[in-house]
C-alpha cells in the first residue's frame, strides 16, 4: 500500500496563502545561507520561510511562508477547514527547547484546493491566512513560487527541509531540528514509469534519488521543495506523498506549484500584496524526453522545417540602454547587458564582460587566489550584489585561459554552457582590428566596486573620456580621463560605442602605481590585465585589439557587429543556444520528510 506522508492525526483547515507587499524585493532571499546544503541538521535562520503547523497534539505538517500574511501547504493535511487549535509557527529551529527567533500566529482561514483528491492527491495544496501579518528577519522571510511557465529539467537540484520522520515509522529524535536534503528533480515520465503511468499528474513534480536514501518522510508534509536560480530560492514543490520514505526506484511526489499560479492570485485577491512569482528556467535539453516504458505516450517530434535557421547573434547591442550611459551614477537593470560578476566560492572578486555566447573576459590579476575553474562562477544578468536579481544567469566555469604575453596579461573564461541570450545578457563587440577611438570621445566603465552601490551594491557605471597618450605609453596603450577604479572593479570593460555598436576596448585593472607610466608599461610577467596607471591625469590601458591573436585562438569566431537598425535584439532572443547546467549532488545521509 502506498504510504502518504502524513501524521495520524490532522486538523481541518484550509491552507490559504497571501504574497507580502514587497512581492519580489522580499522573496526567496535567505541571508544565513551563504553554502552549499548538505547534512542533516540546518543550521539556524538557513530556510526563513519554514514553518511548522501545530494542532493540539504537536507537530503535524509544515509548510512554507509566502509573504507577510500567507502559508502554502498540503491538502491532505487538512480534514476540514476549522481553524480551531491550529498554531503556526515561524522561525523554528526546533520542536522542544527554547527557539529565540520564533513567532506564532493562530490561522483566520484555510482555502483547500477544490479540486483536491484525497484518493489521487491531485491538486495537494492548501492556503492559510494569518490572524495577523508578520514582520520580516533574518529568520522569518518568504519563499519566492515558480511561476506559471517555470520548467525544472531531470536533475535540477532541489531541497527538502522538515520535521518528519528520519525514515519509515523513525521519528525526529529530540530536540527534533530541523533537517535538510538535497535531492534531484526525477522528470515527470521517468517518475510515472517508477510510481505508476496513472498516479503522476501534470500537477505533480518528483524528486529523489533512484538509488534511494534521500527522500521526505511522514510529517514532512506541507513542506517546501526549493531551488536556487542565482541568489533567489524559488519553491517549486509541496511535500505530498511517496511510497515509504527513501525506497530505491520511488521518488516522492510532491505538488507542482507552478501549476497554482492563477488560482493562488485569485484567492489573495490583493493586487498589491501578492507573493513573488519567478519564472525557474532550465536551460539544454531535458533528459526525461528520451525516457520511455510500456503504457506511456511516446514523444512526437516537433523538429522544425530543415529550411528554418535561427537569426545570427550580434554583439554590442544593448536595448534597455536608451541613452549613452550614465556618469558616475547606479546603473539600471540591462543597461550593459554584458557585465559579468566572477565570484570565486559565492563571493563577488572582479568584473569581466562577456565576449561570444560561451566566453567571458576579464582580467588576469583576478585569479591570483585560484585559478582553478571549478571554484568560480560567473553570473551574467545580474545588477544588485545584494538583493533580488530576476533576469541573472549563473554559469559554472569550465576552463580559464591566461595570456602569456611579455606585458599585461587578460584571461579568458570558458563557461560550462551557453547561457540563453535576452535583453538583460549580451556579448559585446571586441575590438580585434586596432579600431581608432577618437580624441575627447566619450567612453564607459561598470561595476561592483568594493562598499560601492549602496546598501545593494547596485552596478555602477562612470562616464570618462578619450585623451591622446603622448609619447610616454606604448603603441598599446589606450588613454582616458582619471578614473577612480576599485577593487572589484578590476577585469570590467572600458566600453565605446561606435555607430551601432559597444566596443570593448580594453580590461580595467585597479590602479597600481602614481608614477610615470614607461616604468610600468613593460614589466614582464605582470599578473595584471590592461594594467591601469596614472600620469598628469591621464588613465592608460593596454588595448583589446592587442590580444587578437590569443583571442581569436581561444574563442575561435566572435559575434558579428550590429550592422543596421534592422537588426534587432528580438532576433537576438529568439535565438536560444543550448545549454547543460552542471549540478554537484552532495552525498547526504538519509533525511525526513
Known sequence: MMLFRILSTVLSVTLFMRGCAAQLADC?????????VGGQDAPVGVWPWQVSLHNTNGHFCGGSLINNEWVLTAAHCFQSTSTSGLTVYLGRQTQSGTNTNEISRTVSQIIKHPNYSSSSYDNDVTLLHLSSPVTFTDYIRPVCLAAADSTFFNRTASWVTGWG?????????????LQEVQVPIVGNRQCKCLNGIQTITDNMICAGLIEGGKDSC????????????????????????????????FPGVYARVSQYQTWITQQINQPNNQPGFIKFISNGTDGDLSVSCSGLPAITSTAAPATTTAAPVVCGRAKLNPSVGGNNSLASTGVWPWMASLQLNGSHICGGAMVAEQFVMSSSSCFSRSANASDWTVILGRLF?????????????????????TGDNIAVLQLASAPKLSDFIQPICVDLEDSTFSANSPCWVAGWGSGAGGANQTLQEFQTTIVNCGNSFSNNSICTSSLNLQEGNQGGALMCKQGLSWIHAAVLTIQISTTNSSTNTSSSNSTAVSRSVRAQDIQSFTKTSSYASFLRSVVGSFP????????????????CFTTVLLFSILELTIYQD
Not at 526567496?28 to 552549499?36: D, E, F, K, Q, V
Not at 520522520?165 to 530536540?175: A, D, E, F, K, R
Open 28 to 36: 526567496g532571499i535567505a541571508p544565513l545561507n551563504t553554502r552549499i
Open 165 to 177: 520522520n528520519i525514515q519509515t515509522g523513525v521519528s525526529l529524535p529530540s530536540p527534533a531540528t
Open 218 to 249: 511522514q510529517g514532512d508534509s506541507g513542506g517546501p521543495l526549493v531551488s536556487k536560480q542565482g541568489s533567489v530560492w524559488i519553491q517549486s514543490g509541496v511535500v505530498s506523498f511517496g511510497e515509504g520514505c527513501a525506497l530505491p526506484k
Open 385 to 405: 550584489q545584494n538583493g533580488i536579481n530576476p533576469n541573472e544567469v549563473s554559469v559554472k566555469v569550465a576552463n580559464i585561459t591566461i595570456s602569456n604575453s
Open 560 to 575: 558579428q557587429k550590429v550592422t543596421s537598425a534592422s537588426t534587432s535584439v528580438s532576433q537576438m532572443s529568439s535565438f
